[in-house]
């Protein structure tokens, strides 16, 4: 009887100990889940040079790499493609300065409330006096990379990265201090003029304490990001839920109990007792209240890592990341309010008539714009398929074509404008990749195992025709009804001139990938592809001749041509424009880091490209600011 009143008593006390763990880690992912449905909208902020406008996300869609919030309201965000963000509101509303660099800002911090200084790749260094409206650009040391910034007094700083650098002039002048004993830091935090902490790649946590000239080893492993709320107290975060504490300025570092195995990337702390932390997997954020005795978790929601954090007070911070997103605290980090919106579905396909587009991409995302892509909806594809492309033959009719299971080809269509779609058939043995309906009967798909369809009847039905090739197919387009081009793997053209019923190769002196072509009339074309490759023809396809091609280069996957002299292409955070039938091509300064897979231009109507992380861009001028210009020869 005795033993059995034990048992009990054992199952009731593991009982309880499993309830206290699940009261408490369940409230934050709950919680979690109630703060994503108060996302506020935000209005479309310029990119790059001012040319373009970010329509999704919004207020854009870079992702942000670090953060610092001068008080709980004014905050100055930093990111990809020289993104800076400005807000005075707490992320309500935000502005963005055009600084024409293009390089990934890593790191910021405001020593006072005007004076920020910002560093990134290829030595960047940036100055601003103004709280973040407008920056002076410097590279004092072009051939380094710089990741985090400390600046303890007002104009003492120290910037690391593959060197270390000191300013003791406010940024007017910076110094190169001795080599590290790394090959790259990762991060810095200097509680005073002299003495500063940093952790690197293989070297763990090291500390100076004469200004950087030399560096020693502080015993402690890990650590992504290194915070010191004061002199005394400092934190470091790093792989598997590493967490360190020191109560003697770097000198000595223990571990606390995270809960979690997750790999931390960044941390800020309002007090030597209230902490945040940010997570690369998944939207996670740790926060304490209580010096690290206990970590709370909480789940945003976003869907990718968060890499920035900046505790304005003990109560609010702010948390910025992937795809642009940003989260705001007042309560210490036990709720957030997130302030971006959109879907962040990659966009694989788009087509344009007047005001009105189609985009298409993963999980059967398919959107519909009747503005030119100032406002979107999202509609019922009934598929979570893969949607790699989209064309309309008339008004109300549009397929949609892409790959869903295992690699195989699936094509929807509507005929009400997009209201329902319905799978007109999912039984193909290659994914499908392309397609142009180039008449309001006549459509033709192209994909993988260089299989081409063609329908004769707006997309009801469909007939395979010979391509004589099983290279895969990426993309086609027509001059006319009955002349089209198809490009693909290996340098492949096809070329048809009875409406895809037969297709010849032609040579196009290229041996990698092409992604798009566009034919602006019926002698000339123009193909995209890797390496930045630009191909046209002047004679109906008879010749095909590289116009610009740069290996080691990032890919152009799409091209759209609004005339017989003026086409602009869009590629891995790119878009190229010509006005002169490509003798010259001038890339625009497009301050966007991501793979732009479709754009759409039409004569006298903005342009539209959509692209991964559900990037869409609308063109805001016809001014632009160009990089010089690449001449060409045919």
């Not at 934190?235 to 109560?247: H, I, M, P, Q």
């Not at 997750?262 to 996670?284: F, K, M, P, Q, R």
């Amino acid at each position: 009887m005795n033993i059995f009143r034990i048992s009990i008593l054992g199952v009731l006390l593991f009982v309880a100990a499993s309830l206290l763990v699940l009261q408490d880690r369940q409230p934050s992912v709950a919680q979690a889940s109630e703060n994503q449905i108060g996302v506020v909208q935000q209005a479309p902020i310029s990119t790059g040079d001012g040319s373009w406008l970010w329509q999704n996300p919004r207020p854009q869609g870079n992702t942000l790499l670090a953060a610092d919030c001068i008080t709980a309201q004014h905050c100055v965000v930093v990111g990809m493609a020289g993104t800076i963000l400005v807000t005075y509101d707490g992320g309500s509303t935000w502005s963005a300065p055009h600084t024409l660099l293009t390089e990934w800002l890593e790191d910021i911090d405001c020593p006072t409330a005007t004076r920020c200084l910002v560093v990134g790749r290829k030595g960047s260094i940036l100055l601003s006096n103004d709280g973040g409206l407008n920056w002076n650009v410097s590279v004092p040391y072009p051939n380094i990379q710089l990741n985090s910034i400390s600046c303890p007094t007002s104009s003492t700083c120290y910037a690391v990265g593959t060197a270390v650098l000191r300013t003791m002039d406010s940024g007017a002048s910076w110094q190169r201090l001795a080599d590290p004993p790394s090959p790259e830091l990762r991060s810095v935090d200097c509680p005073s003029a002299s003495s500063c902490l940093a952790s690197g790649y293989g070297v763990g946590i090291i500390g100076t304490t004469d200004g950087g000239a030399s560096w020693n080893s502080r015993n402690a492993t890990g650590g992504n990001d290194i915070n010191c709320p004061t002199t005394g107290r400092c934190y470091a975060v790093g792989y598997s839920g590493t967490v360190l504490v020191s109560n003697n300025g770097g000198v000595s570092w223990t571990d606390q109990v995270s809960g979690v195995d997750i790999s931390l990337w960044s941390i800020d702390c309002g007090t030597n007792s209230s902490c945040v932390a940010t997570s690369l997997e998944d939207g996670t954020i740790l926060y304490t209240t209580n010096g690290g005795a206990l970590w709370t978790l909480r789940v945003t929601g976003s869907t990718g890592s968060l890499q920035g954090v900046s505790c304005a007070t003990s109560t609010n911070c702010m948390v910025t990341g992937y795809a642009g997103q940003v989260y705001v605290t007042s309560d210490a980090g036990a709720h957030w309010a997130g302030y971006s919106n959109g879907p962040l579905d990659s966009l694989r396909g788009l087509a344009c008539s007047g005001q009105r587009c189609f985009a298409v991409g993963h999980d059967g995302v398919l959107l519909v714009t009747q503005d030119g892509g100032a406002v979107w909806s999202p509609q019922n594809s009934g598929v979570a398929a893969g949607l790699e492309g989209v064309a309309c033959p008339n008004a109300t009719t549009c397929v949609v074509v892409g790959t869903h299971g295992t690699m195989q080809g699936i094509i929807l269509r509507t005929t009400d404008g997009g209201t329902t779609w319905n799978i007109v058939s999912s039984s193909f043995n290659h994914p499908l990749y392309g397609i142009t309906c180039s008449s309001s009967s006549l459509c033709i798909i192209v994909g993988g195992g260089g299989l081409i369809l063609r329908s004769t009847d707006g997309g009801m039905s469909w007939i395979e025709s010979a391509s004589n090739t099983t290279t895969i197919l990426f993309g086609i387009g027509c001059a006319s009804p009955t002349v089209c081009y198809i490009v693909g793997d290996q340098g492949t053209i096809l070329g048809t001139n009875n409406g895809g019923v037969a297709w010849s190769a032609q040579q196009s002196g290229f041996s990698q990938s092409l992604y798009d072509v566009s034919c602006p009339s019926l002698d000339r074309c123009y193909a995209v592809g890797y390496y930045r490759t630009i191909l046209a023809t002047f004679d109906g396809g008879q010749n095909w001749h590289t116009q610009i091609t740069t290996p080691g280069w990032n890919p152009l996957y799409s091209i759209s041509c609004v005339s017989s002299t003026s086409c602009t292409a869009a590629g891995l955070g790119q878009v190229m424009t010509t006005s002169d039938s490509g003798l010259t091509w001038r890339e625009q300064l497009l301050g966007v880091f991501d793979h732009l897979n479709s754009i759409s231009c039409q004569q006298d109507i903005p342009c539209v490209v959509v692209g991964n992380d559900g990037a869409i861009l609308t063109q805001a001028s016809l001014d632009k600011t160009y990089l010089p210009a690449i001449t060409t020869s045919r």
